[in-house]
């Protein structure tokens, strides 16, 4: 049952629907009664990617492909990975990610799409020893889009992978790290943002395996849901028998500022080895009329201070994101997002 | 010295479950298996209405229907449903029988358990001892009740379920089923069909019961299921708290124990609930035996500012899977659940609560506490979900777990569904073992290791121990630490 399967065999039964735990709520079954023919290739210009300034070295996937960056042991590399969807048919791609090691890589991934496409993305991520990976995500996709990015992470002892995923949402979005974590102080960071509104639909999922003894997880997710619309967050830390001193942390915190809005969230902890420290915190709720009051009493018109709290509820997790010029773009689009 | 010769006998005492004696009383048996004649043969068996039988006939057709479901983090081999006895009775005499009258063997099991049959015998203790009115179920049928006297007098009705039926059909007929409806899950909609026994509680508006009501279940016949169903209405402004315990023989094979409880509560009423669950675990080496403890509990808390409150200590039960939980209904209403799942040996649970808001202005509230120790495994699962209605829901979840021993496993799976922008949930969990520091500490004070980590385990499940009921309170400490017996060094 996957999307990727669907797509293949033309399929829709294939597709994952509520009935699947990992899927209950991201029913893509229940949705697509007719899978949209494959999309065609796209020849034009796609036009200006968020971080294309920030970068030399870019990789431009339209309406599907594939893409392999590798970096090679010792060197650091700087690379934009665009994912773009242009039209209304569907369409999968592959991507290879392989740091040598040592090697050091900061990789600056978006998803773009203007229709009601179906987009499913495979992304394969290997770090040897050393290596250092940090991969930041805007999904910035159009409301009518349907899209999948699946990420496989396998980490060497002693690697350091940091992700930050940005999302919007569309009709239905889910970004899905699994990450196998083999401990020897390797360290993984996975935070994630989401800000939705309309009807849209945002779906952050993460597995981390721990399986050897001393590994970090540090996970922070955040989310301001507006509207009609659903945020998801589902996150299972799993730690294999012998995987001793592993430290992992989770924190999922949602705002809704309608009435009519959802948060569904699912934090797990798996745990088979008793020498281990791992929490998880959760919180879903309005947001701070204190704090709101305050802020208006000082002079602050009411959609300001909206914007402002907001800004700084999700400017917790923007702030860990290592490489500032990415977390200024970050900054200004979703400052951008929340005004407009 | 006494404390020296209490150790001793704790100890020994602690060798083996020391409720898994079993009992040699002549019983009635349905004949083996499951099919609709059996069906009919209980229901024939407990001179039940027609009505009565059609709603088992109903549930059976719709079981047949139904999977059995997978999707809890415990293994086990498929259960045979035609290689059990649903029906075991102890031989009675005909007719309405007095303490007297019961078999002189089944008081005798009941001493054994300590469990106060006779109400004198409740009286005789200390002056001012709390006092508790007990149903006793025993394998498929309620052997006794006491204090129904005392109780009537103030217009509480506690009776056995087949006497309920009998005695006031108009309540089991409004209020059976309608919080745990016939097909709700698979191993309700069987309890549905081949329920025996169970107790029946109403508390009249305005009552506050007078005294503790409980029930003692026990399993004794070889290869049979239990299959009780208990139901307790608060009406108005009233309060009951109602205790349950249970305990089974050790044997190899596993028994199937799939009960439902409903609880109904109307506005301002309030029921307490505590269970302590101590069913046989199976062999701890080995794996083999035990009990199946597959429960449907539910609260319906209708009315407005109504409370629930569930309580429970597992122990026991080879694997458990259940669910305590509270439906929200009624404005400012509100839900307690407070757990200590210990899992030791092999054994298997599965178990945490749903609190699902539907009205305004409803509060929720859940402890849980997990210990798992040897090759066991310990799931919390659980839901919070608030519907666009209830505005102003409001969620508190903690839940910690502890491991043991480097073989045992604790997971935590909370699902929280938020479906309005006036509610708010908060939802916290930590998993760890005990702490070498405090340990070290405590042992360093001239506490044996076994002591100092009875003492933070203690302390570790406090915070659930004071919501049980005086005398359950010193009961479930002392089986804590039975059952963490043996998981240290």
């Known amino acids: ?340 | 010295m006494a404390a020296v010769k209490q150790t001793v006998e704790h100890v020994a005492s602690l060798e083996k479950y020391k409720h898994g004696f079993v009992s040699d009383i002549e019983q009635d048996f349905a004949p083996k298996g499951l099919n609709a004649d059996i069906v009919r043969f209980i229901s024939a068996k407990k001179d039940e209405p027609q009505w009565m039988l059609d709603w088992r006939l109903d549930a059976f057709e719709r079981w047949l229907a139904m999977d059995e479901p997978d999707w809890a983090k415990v293994n086990f081999p498929r259960i045979d449903y035609q290689d059990s006895y649903y029906y075991a009775a102890p031989k009675e005499k005909v007719g309405p029988k007095s303490l007297d009258e019961v078999d002189p063997d089944i008081l005798e099991v009941y001493k054994k358990l300590g469990i106060p049959l006779r109400e004198q015998e409740v009286l005789a203790g200390v002056e001012g001892a709390p006092r508790y009115a007990v149903d006793a179920v025993f394998d498929s049928v309620s052997v006794v009740t006491t204090f129904k006297k005392e109780l009537a007098q103030v217009g509480v009705i506690f009776c056995s379920m087949s006497e309920a039926i009998r005695e006031h059909p108009e309540l089991v007929k409004q209020y059976l089923g309608s919080v745990v409806p016939v097909s709700d899950n698979y191993f309700a909609c069987l309890n549905a069909a081949v329920f025996s026994d169970g107790s029946f509680v109403y508390v009249p508006p305005g009552v506050r019961c007078p005294m503790e009501l409980s029930t003692y279940f026990r399993i004794n016949a070889e290869n049979s299921g239990q299959f009780e169903r208990t139901l307790i209405i608060a009406d108005k402004g009233s309060y009951v708290s109602y205790l349950e315990g249970c305990t089974a023989p050790m044997r190899d094979e596993n028994q199937l124990h799939a009960a439902v409880v409903e609880l109904v509560t109307m506005d301002d009423a309030e029921i307490k609930y505590s269970t302590v669950q101590n069913w046989y675990p199976g062999d701890p080496e080995t794996g083999k035996g035990g009990i199946y403890n597959f429960v449907t509990k539910r609260a319906d808390c209708r009315g407005d500012r109504s409370k629930v409150s569930w309580t429970q200590v597992e122990t026991g039960s080879s694997i458990t899977w259940k669910y305590p939980s509270c439906i929200l209904r009624g404005e400012g209403s509100s839900g307690e659940f407070y757990s200590i799942a210990i899992t030791n040996g092999r054994q298997q649970a599965d178990t945490g609560t749903k609190m699902i808001h539907l009205g305004a202005n409803t509060r929720s509230r859940i402890i849980s506490k997990g210990i798992s120790a040897g090759k066991s495994s310990n799931t919390y699962r659980g839901l919070v979900s608030a519907h666009p209605k209830a505005k102003g829901a409001r969620n508190f979840t903690q839940c910690d777990s502890l491991l043991i021993g480097k073989h045992c496993a604790a997971h935590t799976v909370p699902y929280i569904e938020a479906r309005n922008g006036q509610s708010k949930f908060e939802h916290e969990a930590t998993t760890t073992r005990l702490s070498e520091d405090q340990l070290f500490y405590a042992m360093q004070r001239g506490l044996s290791q076994e002591e100092a980590v009875q003492l933070l385990v203690n302390g570790f499940v406090k915070d659930v121990l004071q919501e049980l009921p005086m005398e359950f309170a010193v009961e479930a400490q002392k089986l804590v630490a039975i059952s963490l017996e043996g998981s240290v060094g």
């Open chain 1, 1 to 340: 049952m996957s999307l990727a399967t669907a797509l293949r065999t033309r399929d829709v039964t294939e597709l994952p629907g509520k009935r699947d735990e990992a899927w209950r709520w991201t029913d893509l079954r229940g949705l697509i009664r007719v899978l949209p023919a494959p999309s065609e290739r796209f020849e034009g210009d796609v036009g200006q990617g968020p971080f294309d300034r920030l970068a030399d070295d870019h990789h431009v996937l339209v309406n599907g492909g594939e893409a392999r960056i590798d970096v090679a042991a010792g060197k650091k590399a700087l690379a934009v990975l665009r994912l773009v969807s242009r039209g209304a048919g569907a369409h999968a791609s592959r991507v290879t990610v392989n740091l040598a090691a040592g090697a050091r890589l900061r990789l600056l991934e978006s998803y773009e799409s203007d229709g009601a496409s179906l987009a499913q993305t495979t992304l394969v991520i290997m770090l040897a020893e050393g290596a250092v990976l940090e991969r930041i995500v805007l999904a910035q996709d159009h409301e009518d889009a349907v899209s999948v990015s699946q990420a496989d992470v396998l980490l060497a002892p002693t690697a350091d992978f940091g992700q930050t995923v940005v999302a919007s949402g569309s009709r239905r979005q889910r970004i899905e790290t699994v990450v196998a974590h083999p401990g020897g102080r390797a360290s993984v960071r996975l935070d994630g943002v989401y800000l939705l509104d309309g009807k849209r639909h945002s779906d952050h999922t993460t597995v981390v395996t721990h399986t050897g003894v001393d590994g970090v997880t540090n996970q922070l997710v955040k989310g301001v849901v507006r509207d009609q619309a659903r945020g998801v967050f589902q996150g299972r830390i799993v730690v294999n028998e012998g995987a001793d001193r592993t430290d992992a942390r989770m924190g999922h915190h949602a705002q809704l500022l309608s009435d009519r809005a959802e948060v569904d969230a699912k934090p797990e902890l798996e745990i088979y080895a008793d020498d281990v420290s791992c929490a998880h915190g959760n919180t879903v709720g309005a947001m701070d009329e204190d704090a709101l009051f305050y802020a208006r009493q000082r002079g602050i018109p009411e959609a300001e201070a909206r914007a402002m709290l907001t800004e700084a509820f999700i400017g917790q997790v923007i702030d860990r994101i290592w490489f500032e010029a990415a977390r200024r773009v970050l900054r200004t689009w979703a400052g951008k997002r929340l005004r407009g």
